[in-house]
């Protein structure tokens, strides 16, 4: 019996490599501390790229993020991804944070505007002596140092911007600054990543542009994330979690269902690097990335 037309043409990681990258942000508390680093430590056997972490609205994670970041360093093999921002701080601020990152041996920066500090739907007005946007932030850190530097991208434009063009057009600044990769905000058709890699592509755009997958643990939740984000969400989708709202067995199962139809159909259609947007949960991601053939290094190396 054939197993179906992508499933059966489905080859694992040794035959094309798969890279990964996972996103956390900084625990607020102890308990959330406690899922993060469980988190980090059921996902570290899979050898991620990197592992990034964000940086809050307005700098508010600042001391978090460089904690988070430095025990990763420090405790882990992982290789960190410290998420910057420009929002509310000078230039000398933000380079004296870059410094430190280098200091610490750091080498690897998502480099962004950041949402005004109102939030996201507010008009965004630079610091006076602060960097402009993320292309001028992307100049700044390369001034500053060897760094590695990841930038966003938006498949269905950023929100503040007036057209899809004028998005890439950014894009491209942040490139010719010096950025080496972008991830994109998530999105739940792949066709719209691929229509927008096309369009990037014939704007002479050629570095890695990595999908952002969002496994929605939470549909409530990744609605409201994407109104925010300018993220559509299919009716398909939400039919999907309708009424599930108090059955979260259901809900996972479903969630995992969903990720791993996405993240297989874009391996189908080229994609071999994924980031995924963990919210500091593991199962999901874990069972995702099983799904694509990754397994935990240690058992790769007995075999
Ligand atoms: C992978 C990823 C990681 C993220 N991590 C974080 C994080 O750690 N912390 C955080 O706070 N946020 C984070 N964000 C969200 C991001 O900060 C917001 O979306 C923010 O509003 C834009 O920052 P940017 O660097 O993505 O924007 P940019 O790429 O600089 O700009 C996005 C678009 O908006 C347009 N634009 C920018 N400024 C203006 C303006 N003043 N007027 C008109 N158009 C304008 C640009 O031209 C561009 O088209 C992340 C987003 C992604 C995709």
Redesign the pocket.
């Given at each position: 019996m054939d197993a179906g037309p992508r499933l059966s043409r489905f080859m694992p990681a040794r035959h094309r490599r798969i890279g990964v990258s996972f996103?956390f942000f900084p625990p607020k508390d102890e308990g959330m501390e406690k899922i993060l680093w469980d988190s980090v430590e059921r996902l570290k056997p899979l050898a991620p790229d990197f592992v990034s972490v964000?940086?809050?609205?307005?700098g508010s994670t600042r001391e978090r993020t460089h904690a988070t970041v430095k025990r990763i360093l420090s405790e882990t093999p992982l290789t960190p991804a410290a998420?910057l921002?420009c929002?509310a701080a000078t230039r000398g601020e933000v380079d004296a944070i870059v410094r430190n990152y280098h200091d610490a041996g750091v080498r690897h920066i998502?480099?962004?505007?950041?949402?005004?500090v109102g939030g996201?739907g507010d008009?965004?007005?630079?610091h006076p002596g602060g960097y402009q946007?993320?292309?001028d932030l992307v100049a700044g850190i390369k001034r500053a140092g060897d760094f590695e530097i990841?930038?966003?991208?938006?498949p269905e434009?950023?929100?503040?911007?007036?057209t899809l063009e004028?998005?890439i057009?950014?894009?491209k600044a942040?490139v010719d600054a010096g950025a080496s990769r972008a991830?994109?905000?998530f999105f739940f058709e792949n066709d719209l990543y691929f229509r927008y890699l096309e369009r990037v592509r014939a704007r002479g755009i050629d570095i890695p542009i990595v999908p952002?997958i969002l496994p929605v643990q939470n549909f409530k939740a990744a609605k409201n994330f994407a109104a925010r984000?300018g993220a559509s969400v299919p009716v398909w989708l939400a039919e999907r979690f309708h009424g599930l709202d108090n059955d979260p067995t259901t809900r996972k199962l479903i969630a995992a269902a969903v990720a791993a139809e996405q993240v297989i159909d874009l391996f189908d259609r080229g994609v071999t690097n994924f980031?995924f947007y963990t919210m500091n949960r593991a199962d999901l991601v874990y069972a995702i990335c099983h799904l694509l053939g990754l397994r935990p290094v240690t058992q790769e190396a007995v075999q």
């Open positions: 996103e964000t940086y809050g609205a307005g998420h921002t929002v998502v480099a962004l505007r950041g949402d005004p996201a008009k965004y007005a630079p946007n993320a292309a990841s930038v966003s991208a938006y434009k950023h929100p503040d911007s007036p004028a998005d057009d950014m894009l942040k991830i994109t905000q952002g984000a980031h």
